[in-house]
Nanobody, 115 residues
Framework: QVHLVESGGGLVQPGGSLRLSCAAS????????MGWYRQAPGKERELVAR???????NYADSVKGRFTISRVNAGKMLYLQMNSLKPEDTAVYYC?????????WGQGTQVTVSS
């Protein structure tokens, strides 16, 4: 089992910044891709950003130039730096990890962008 715990969410004004963190523990030796997803009320969960061990990344068009994904310690920590936040970024953000044994999700952390 891989245990993922997100932190760093909160309330921020438009134009502000947040950094989300995801701590991975357990059987993480086989983690391949890791990523951040988000889900707003009444909407489908969507990919925000993804990173693989070689360092390749991809981003949703809606966050390109504003968000940066990174990982350290062989995937034990995953980050999402979010700048220039917009109200439409409001969602629950989930950490994700794919391994040869399956796909794992964190519990989510709420990000609310509002005045």
């Amino acid at each position: 089992q891989v245990h993922l715990v997100e932190s760093g969410g909160g309330l921020v004004q438009p134009g502000g910044s947040l950094r989300l963190s995801c701590a991975a523990s357990g059987s993480i030796f086989s983690i391949n891709a890791m990523g951040w997803y988000r889900q707003a009320p009444g909407k489908e969960r969507e990919l925000v950003a993804r990173i693989i061990p070689g360092g390749s990344t991809n981003y949703a068009d809606s966050v390109k130039g504003r968000f940066t994904i990174s990982r350290v310690n062989a995937g034990k920590m995953l980050y999402l730096q979010m700048n220039s936040l917009k109200p439409e970024d409001t969602a629950v953000y989930y950490c994700n990890a794919g391994t040869v044994r399956g796909v794992y999700w964190g519990q989510g952390t709420q990000v609310t962008v509002s005045s």
